[in-house]
Nanobody, 123 residues
Framework: QVQLVESGGGLVQAGGSLRLSCAAS????????MAWFRQAPGKEREFAAG????????WYADSAKGRFTISRDKDKNTVYLQMNSLKPEDTAVYYC????????????????WGQGTQVTVSS
């Protein structure tokens, strides 16, 4: 069974940067996709960025384009989310997720979820 563990969250000032990590254990990925979602207080969980594990193709929510970069390290079974030019509205719990389809932006495309890591951006 796959387990996902996020790390790297914290408090940062507006305009700053953070890099989130998601380490996968339990199996080595040979296909599928991984993604980062986020959930702000009082709001629904929303897609931020996704990556195809084998091909490395990426896709982003409009709110993340140009500021966030998703990447993966196959040897370490780890996915990263580099977040630059952070804004107070980026404040949320960020979740890593893994799915078996080839592409997806919806919650139901992903079967496995991490516990989340808090990102707080102060103004």
């Amino acid at each position: 069974q796959v387990q996902l563990v996020e790390s790297g969250g914290g408090l940062v000032q507006a305009g700053g940067s953070l890099r989130l990590s998601c380490a996968a254990s339990g199996r080595t990925f040979s296909s599928g996709i991984m993604a980062w979602f986020r959930q702000a207080p009082g709001k629904e969980r929303e897609f931020a960025a996704g990556i195809n594990w084998i091909g490395g193709s990426t896709w982003y929510a409009d709110s993340a384009k140009g500021r966030f970069t998703i990447s993966r390290d196959k040897d370490k079974n780890t996915v990263y989310l580099q977040m630059n030019s952070l804004k107070p509205e980026d404040t949320a719990v960020y979740y890593c997720a893994a799915g078996r389809v080839m592409y997806g932006r919806a919650n139901w495309n992903y079967e496995t979820w991490g516990q989340g890591t808090q990102v707080t951006v102060s103004s």
